[in-house]
């Protein structure tokens, strides 16, 4: 099993959101059976959609931890907010959102947020290989 994790912060988000995508390609990229063009993608898309929700919501920090499976790649995303994404009607005029989280639990396989005894949570996507 392939794992990798990075900490994000928010010093300066726009970077390190690209950064997190950048490290999110390179590890895809290094794995024995890389996965195809678009599921990579997918990949990359929930990274930065959870990354960016950590660093937006969830106290200005963030660890992004990849694990390879035979079958699936998990991303999870640890901040220290506990308070957990919840589904909204998006903003099509206000530009506060909404739109991130139903688009992360259309395209996983699965979904799950976790609160750590220490605060904060962590919030996982799986994702199909």
Do not use: Y
């Not at 929700?53 to 694990?67: I, P, Q, S, V």
């Not at 506060?96 to 220490?118: E, I, K, S, Y």
Request: aromatic fraction near 2%; proline fraction near 5%; charged fraction near 20%.
């Amino acid at each position: 099993m392939d794992t990798m994790s990075v900490n994000v912060a928010t010093a300066r988000s726009m970077a390190s959101i690209a950064g997190a995508r950048e490290r999110a390609r390179d590890f895809l990229e290094g794995l024995a059976h890389p996965l195809a063009t678009e599921a990579a993608d997918t990949v990359v898309l929930v990274v930065s959609e959870l990354v960016t929700n950590a660093l937006r919501h969830g106290g200005g920090t963030c660890t992004l931890d990849l694990t390879a499976h035979p079958d699936s790649i998990e991303v999870a995303v640890h901040d220290r907010s506990p308070q957990v994404p919840r589904m909204r009607t998006p903003d099509l005029n206000g530009g506060t959102g909404g739109f991130g989280w139903p688009m992360v639990n259309r395209l996983a396989r699965d979904t799950a947020v976790t609160r750590q005894a220490a605060g904060g949570k962590t919030v996982g996507a799986l994702l199909a290989r």
